[in-house]
């Protein structure tokens, strides 16, 4: 399969051509895309077998471009590593699968979450752990949750992001619309409840403060097909909790199939924020330490790119164009080039 462009290299491209920058200037913008496109996001994917990891990471990251980590013998229990563009996926089973594989899986994460990286920094970024939705007995989930993750999580209790999967089947398949592919009030209800619980089942056994979602990431199934719930409220999620200088590469890596993104709660607008958050953080880091302040750069980036609906590109070019030029201008054309699949 062909890789994809990368976007740190279209940007660059577009930088060198445009003639409003000088060469000094330029060079840096470029040492700082370079950067970028090194920039690795690891991100640990554990939940009970069948919870939905798999549908999850194809949901976001796009089916065809996992592809399983090279040395695994999958007749072993150990963390499989699906490694992306700059995402990196290790996805391990949960608990639930009797006593022995337990220990062992328990195992394996807790050394997941001791690696460090070759600056010495934790190797982990982020820990999504997925609930089965349907399932009415989590408890194997808050085990691993409350006893082998948050203790061996270090300070930063962040990293840890709980959501809820399959919320279509929550009910047993009740009170789901599948022609509006939308949850009914009552089941809006039952699942608010289990945000609540989740939430109360881990704080109380831990003391520590997690913001569940549910969502659904679909299923295709033969002729049997349904697009994810609530899939840009995860992603908006895992964007927050990851380091804001960072957060740029998912811009490679996301599903560039906008039918997966486009169901959700509309309690707020995350296909926006998704994408102003993206920007933000693309518009920082190629400009640091060129000769426009970044913190100008960054309070730019909440105003222009913050508009709700607006498309970036129109925002882009109307606001930081007309307002700063130069490197901002440059920069903020560039990037909203990047989304343009992104409706
Ligand atoms: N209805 C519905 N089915 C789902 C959803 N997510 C996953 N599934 C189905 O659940 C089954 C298991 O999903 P997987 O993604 O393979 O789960 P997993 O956690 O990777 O499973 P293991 O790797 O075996 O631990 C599959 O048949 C999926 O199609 C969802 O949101 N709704
Ligand atoms: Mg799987």
């Given amino acids: 399969m062909q890789k994809e462009e990368h976007f740190t290299d279209k940007l660059a491209n577009d930088i060198q051509r445009d003639d409003t920058l000088d060469a000094a200037t330029k060079a840096q913008i470029m040492s700082n895309l370079r950067k970028m496109k090194d920039i690795k996001v690891n991100i640990l994917i554990t939940g009970a077998t069948g919870c939905g990891k798999s549908s999850t990471i194809n949901a976001l990251f796009g089916e065809n471009k996992a592809k399983v980590g090279q040395g695994v013998d999958p007749e072993t229990m150990e963390i499989r590593k699906h490694e992306l563009s700059n995402i990196v996926l290790y996805d391990s089973p949960g608990l639930g699968d009797g006593k022995e594989a337990d220990l062992e899986h328990a195992k394996n994460i807790t050394a997941k979450l001791y690696e460090t990286d070759d600056k010495g920094n ?13 399932s009415r007995d989590l408890g194997t989930s808050f085990q691993l949750i409350n006893k082998v993750i948050i203790p061996n999580l270090g300070e930063d209790k962040k990293r840890l992001l709980v959501a809820i999967n399959q919320a279509d089947v929550a009910m047993k398949g009740r009170n789901w619309n599948h022609e509006k592919n939308f949850p009914e009030l009552e089941l809006v209800d039952f699942l608010d409840e289990k945000v609540k619980s989740t939430q109360k089942r881990i704080k109380e056994a831990t003391g ?8 659904s990431a679909g299923y295709k199934d033969g002729d049997q097909k349904q697009n994810p719930y609530n899939l840009s409220k995860l992603m908006l999620l895992i964007l927050q909790h990851t380091k804001q200088e960072k957060r740029a590469v998912f811009a490679q890596d996301m599903n560039k199939d906008s039918k997966m993104w486009k169901d959700d709660d509309r309690l707020s607008d995350y296909r926006g924020e998704i994408r102003s958050t993206l920007a933000e953080s693309i518009t920082n880091g190629a400009s640091t330490g060129a000769d ?6 960054g309070g730019l980036g909440s105003i222009v790119f913050g508009s709700a609906g607006e498309r970036v590109g ?3 070019g109307k606001v930081v164009g007309g307002v700063v030029g130069g490197v901002a201008g440059a920069i903020g054309g560039a990037v909203s080039k990047i989304f343009s699949w992104f409706d």
């Fill in 122 to 134: 934790l190797l982990i970024d982020l820990v999504l752990v997925i609930l089965d939705g349907g």
């Fill in 208 to 215: 520590v403060d997690v913001e569940p979602i549910y969502y």
């Fill in 292 to 297: 426009i302040g970044s913190n100008i750069l």
């Fill in 314 to 316: 129109e925002a882009v």
